[in-house]
């Protein structure tokens, strides 16, 4: 697979809108923090620039590893292309080790990839039945390990937290009741029996459930959290911060991680008077929120729930230095 192959089982959800946002060119060093089949790495080198790319899913290492890029073009150069097998929350680290200490973008597509939700013994999705895993890193604590060891209040917690889902406790007991579930589809039929689901309703009840145990199982929030402080410590001034993600909560990090970072406080009022930052902005005011126009989402029907937001870097120093956040 090269850099110009168009064949990769992905399609990178607001490609162009992230190219623009991320304005990448000749010499320049990329993070590519979610490397997946490369759909953004594949157009950042075409340009030129040089790629650090990110995975903590060894298939996705695998593959990358496949491309001419990784290889050095003569024994003086560097390789246009370092794969990185972490996580992405361990990005200020893993650069520090290679000797880079700026880079000017770091791009973020947050949440689980096509692939992953594509291939039915990865247990990420419901519609084909499949053992109930889950795990990006293929390692550690899988969704059946946490569905069937958990306590009652713990699932109830997760479901609600991180799915959203207002009727948690009733999905809980009768999971808890289940027990063992073994597969993806056990955990879905067990979901919709909960919520009396009805065969044609508009959204399977199960998506909020497989959302919430997913990023529980992954600790996505909490790793999004030190990725974008990460992202802040290591941007070049002018560097360009870009980040799709595809629900509320991962996209309310992002908004509220932006407006902080560029110093915006409350506007006040007469009860209380405007607040001054407390640094200097570190960011220039972000973006407003960039979706799929209506091309794209008949084009690709997953990148429906996408939200892109971006902001460029100014010449502040970093509240939490690069090398701290991180190990």
């Known amino acids: 697979m090269t850099a110009a192959d168009t064949s990769a089982p992905h399609i990178p959800v607001l490609l162009d809108e992230v190219m623009e946002a991320l304005a990448p060119g000749p010499g320049d060093v990329i993070v590519d923090g979610t490397f997946g089949a490369g759909g953004y790495t594949r157009r950042i080198l075409s340009t030129g620039a040089r790629v650090h790319a990110f995975d903590r899913d060894p298939d996705a290492i695998a593959a990358g590893r496949l491309w001419p890029e990784t290889q050095k073009s003569d024994p003086g150069s560097e390789p246009v292309l370092v794969l990185h097998p972490r996580r ?59 569905l069937n060891e958990a306590d009652e209040a713990e699932i109830a917690d997760v479901l609600y937290l991180y799915g959203e889902e207002r009727q948690s406790r009733r999905i809980a007991r009768a999971i808890v009741a289940a027990r063992p579930l ?11 029996k909960a919520l009396g689901y009805r065969p044609g309703a508009p959204k399977d009840p199960a998506t909020r459930s497989f959302q919430a145990v997913r990023i529980h199982v992954n600790g996505e929030l909490d790793e999004l959290r030190t990725a974008l402080e990460a992202a802040e410590g290591l941007l070049a001034p002018g560097g360009r911060l870009v980040v799709v993600s595809f629900h509320s909560l991962e996209d309310r990090i992002v908004k509220q991680f ?13 009860h209380l008077p405007p607040q001054a930052a407390a640094f200097a902005a570190v960011f220039d005011k972000p973006s407003g ?32 230095p690069a090398g701290r956040v991180s190990a």
């Open 289 to 320: 929120a960039i979706r799929p126009g209506a091309e794209e989402e008949a084009r690709n029907p997953r990148a429906r729930s996408a939200t892109l937001r971006w902001a460029r870097r100014s010449a502040a120093p970093a509240r939490v």
């Open 88 to 146: 992405f929350s361990e990005m200020a680290a893993a650069m520090a080790q290679a000797g880079v200490d700026k880079v000017q973008g770091v791009v973020l597509d947050i949440g689980v990839s096509s692939m992953q939700l594509d291939q039915r013994e990865r247990g990420f999705a419901f519609s084909s039945d499949g053992p109930l895993d889950m795990r990006m890193s293929q390692d550690g604590m899988s969704a059946a390990d946490f």
């Open 258 to 270: 932006l407006r902080e970072a560029a110093g915006a406080t409350p506007a006040g009022s007469r």
């Open 182 to 192: 073994t597969t993806t589809g056990q955990f879905a039929a067990v979901v919709r």
